[in-house]
C-alpha cells in the first residue's frame, strides 16, 4: 500500500497528480479509489453524466471503508472529496491528465473510436493505458496516431483490493509509456508486472484458464464435489498462493530447490498431462535460467530459513481465520 | 481449527485417541502435531530411533509455535510433553493405536511391506491412512489382508499449516473407514476433501500441476519474467485464491454468476488452449449441474451480497499485509 508519508500531496513537492478514468463502471470506479487513495487527483468521465454521478457516491464510499480499516488517513479521505471531479465532456477529462486509464467496452470497434478521441484531446506524452482483459494494444491502437503512448494496464478483479496490474504494451508502444505506467503504479500502491509480448489471456487469465481447465475437466469426470474443489484451493493451495507464486512454492518444496523438486515430481506431473502435444520439458526450463534466478535470489543452503520464514506466515494466516472463525460464531 | 473447549480430554468424555505416526520425517512430524494439537495421544516410530527422538523435538517446538500464536493453549502445550511418546517397535507403535497415519518411503514395495506390517498388528476396525502423493491404495493395497481398512490421506505441505487433506479410497475401501477418518480429521481442525475415484495426482496435485504447466509454458515462451509470473499469483490470484476456490471465483466474477461467467469468458480461455485434445466443454458442464450447485448455495440475487463479503475479507488481507510491510520495515 502507498506509504502516506511520501504522499505527492506533500506542499514541498510538486503538484498531486491528476488522473482520467474514462469509464465508470466498477472498474473505473475502483482505479479511481486507487488513485486517490495515494493523494492523487482523479476525473471521472462516463458517457452519460448520471453514471459518473453514481460512481463518484461509490468511490467516496470506498475511501470511507479504506480510512475504517485504516488503510488511508482520515486528512487523505477528506481531501479525496475534494479531489474527485467529474467532467461533462471527454475532452474536458482528458485535457488535463497526467495519465488516462480507459474503461471501455470490451468491442473492439468502440474501443479503437474511444483511443482516437482520448489521443486527440491528452497532451503530449500523456499515457493512456486500456483496463481490457480480451483485446491487445495491438488490434486497438494500430490505427491510432498516437499509438506510441497506447497499452494495456489490466488489473484484476477488484483492482483496489488486489494490487496486481499487468502492463502489456505493442510492438509498438514507446519504452518511456512502459517506464512511466510502471512507475506510476509502484507510487500508488499497486504491483506491476510487465509482459514482453502480447498473448491471448495475458499472464493472469492464463494461469486462471489453466486451473480452471483441470477444475472443470475434474468436476467433469466426477473425481470430487465441485465444493471439495474449490476447499482444494481455498484451504489448501490458495493459501501457499497467498504468500508466494508457483515457482517459489516449489522452490521451497524439496530440500535441494527447484531443480530437486522437477527431479522428484516432474515425471508425476508429466504423466498427469501426458495427452499435452504442446508439454514444455521442465528440466530444460530449470536448466535453461529458471534454477539460475531462483536460487540467486535464494540458495539451496537457506531454502530452510525460507521454509521457516512460510511457516510463520502460515501461522499467521491461521490465527486470521481463527480470529474470523471466532468473530463470525459470535455473531 | 479445533475448538479447544470440544476437546477430547475433558474428564466427562472418552479417554483421548491414540494416533500412530509412521515414519518422522517433516510429515510425520507435522501430522503428530496435528493431533496433539487437538489433545490427542501421539506414538511416533521411525525405523531408527534416533530419528524419532529428533522428531519429537521438532514437534514439540512446533507445538510451543501454536502456543506462542494463541492457536492452542499452554495447558494442551504441556499435555502434549506427556502425550506424545516413542515406539520402539512398529508393533508397539501400531497396537494401542485408534488410528494409523504411514508416512513411508514414495517406493511401491517399501509401502505394500510397510501397509502388511501395520495391518498385522492394528487392532480390527482401526484404520490405516497413508500420506503419499503419488501411489494409490490400489497399487499398495490390493495384497494386503485387511485392504479394506486401507486408504490415502495424503495432505499438503506442511500439513500442520495447511488444513485440507485428500482422502482417496481404493474400490474396495470400506465406506465406514473413509467416514471414520473424514469425522477424525474435522474434529483436529483439518479440511477433508473426498475423491469419489482414484486418479493420478489426485485433485491438489492435478490443479497445481495445471498451474505449473502453463507457468513453465509461459515462462519458456519468455511472455514474462520468473519473478512477474509468481507476482501474478502472490500479488494477485492467490489473494482471491485464500479466500475461495476457482467456482467460487468466478461465480462471484459476473452479474449473473457462473453461467453469465462463462458465457463471457469461456470463448477467450477456450481460444488460449485451443489445442488441448481433452478439452471440456464449460457451457455443458454449467448446464449438467455446476449452475444448480454454485446457485444453490448462492442464488444470483445475492451475488452482491457474496461480493460485498470477498471484498471485506481482501480489506482484512490488505490490513495484515500492510502490518507485515511496517513490520519488517521497522527491523
Given at each position: 500500500l502507498p506509504d502516506e508519508t511520501n504522499a505527492v500531496t506533500d506542499c514541498h513537492s510538486e503538484p498531486p497528480k491528476t488522473i482520467a478514468i474514462i469509464g465508470s463502471g466498477l472498474i473505473g470506479q475502483a482505479w479511481a479509489t486507487v488513485f486517490l487513495r495515494a493523494g492523487m487527483q482523479v476525473v471521472l468521465y462516463d458517457t452519460?453524466?448520471?453514471?459518473?454521478?453514481?460512481?463518484?457516491a461509490q468511490v467516496i464510499e470506498r475511501m470511507s471503508e479504506f480510512a475504517q480499516f485504516g488503510l488511508v488517513t482520515q486528512e487523505?479521505?477528506?481531501?479525496?472529496?475534494?479531489?474527485?471531479?467529474?467532467?461533462?465532456?471527454?475532452?474536458a477529462a482528458v485535457a488535463t491528465a497526467d495519465y488516462v486509464q480507459e474503461n471501455g467496452p470490451e468491442i473492439l470497434d468502440v474501443k479503437v473510436a474511444l483511443t482516437r478521441e482520448i489521443d486527440r484531446f491528452a497532451a503530449p506524452g500523456v499515457v493512456i493505458g486500456s483496463s481490457t482483459s480480451g483485446i491487445t494494444a495491438s488490434r486497438y491502437s494500430a490505427a491510432i496516431k498516437g499509438r506510441d503512448r497506447c497499452l494495456v494496464v489490466h488489473p484484476i478483479n477488484p483492482p483496489h483490493l488486489v494490487p496486481l496490474v499487468e502492463i502489456v504494451p505493442a510492438p509498438w508502444t514507446a519504452q518511456?509509456?512502459?517506464?512511466?505506467?510502471?512507475?506510476?503504479?509502484?507510487?500508488?500502491?499497486?504491483?506491476?508486472?510487465?509482459?514482453?509480448?502480447?498473448?491471448?489471456?495475458?499472464?493472469?487469465?492464463?494461469?486462471?484458464?489453466?486451473?480452471?481447465?483441470?477444475?472443470?475437466?475434474?468436476?467433469?469426470?466426477?473425481?470430487?464435489?465441485?465444493?471439495?474443489?474449490?476447499?482444494?484451493?481455498s484451504d489448501g493451495l490458495g493459501l501457499r498462493w497467498s504468500l508466494m507464486g508457483p515457482f517459489e512454492t516449489i522452490h521451497l518444496n524439496a530440500p535441494g530447490?527447484?531443480?530437486?523438486?522437477?527431479?522428484?515430481?516432474?515425471?508425476?506431473?508429466?504423466?498427469?498431462?501426458?495427452?499435452?502435444?504442446?508439454?514444455?520439458?521442465?528440466?530444460?526450463?530449470?536448466?535453461?535460467?529458471?534454477?539460475?534466478?531462483?536460487?540467486?535470489?535464494?540458495?539451496v543452503s537457506e531454502i530452510a530459513v525460507g521454509q521457516k520464514a512460510r511457516d510463520t506466515a502460515l501461522l499467521h494466516l491461521l490465527v486470521q481465520r481463527a480470529g474470523k472463525a471466532i468473530a463470525s460464531s459470535d455473531q
Open positions: 452519460a453524466a448520471g453514471l459518473a454521478e453514481q460512481a463518484k487523505t479521505l477528506g481531501r479525496s472529496l475534494t479531489h474527485i471531479k467529474l467532467a461533462e465532456t471527454l475532452e518511456t509509456a512502459v517506464e512511466d505506467v510502471n512507475d506510476l503504479l509502484t507510487q500508488v500502491g499497486q504491483v506491476p508486472i510487465l509482459l514482453n509480448r502480447e498473448i491471448d489471456g495475458f499472464v493472469v487469465n492464463r494461469l486462471q484458464g489453466a486451473l480452471l481447465r483441470e477444475a472443470f475437466s475434474l468436476l467433469d469426470k466426477g473425481v470430487a464435489s465441485r465444493r471439495d474443489i474449490d476447499k482444494a484451493i530447490g527447484v531443480s530437486d523438486y522437477v527431479r522428484r515430481f516432474g515425471p508425476m506431473y508429466r504423466d498427469m498431462f501426458s495427452d499435452d502435444p504442446g508439454a514444455v520439458d521442465w528440466e530444460t526450463v530449470v536448466e535453461g535460467g529458471l534454477e539460475a534466478d531462483l536460487t540467486g535470489e535464494r540458495p
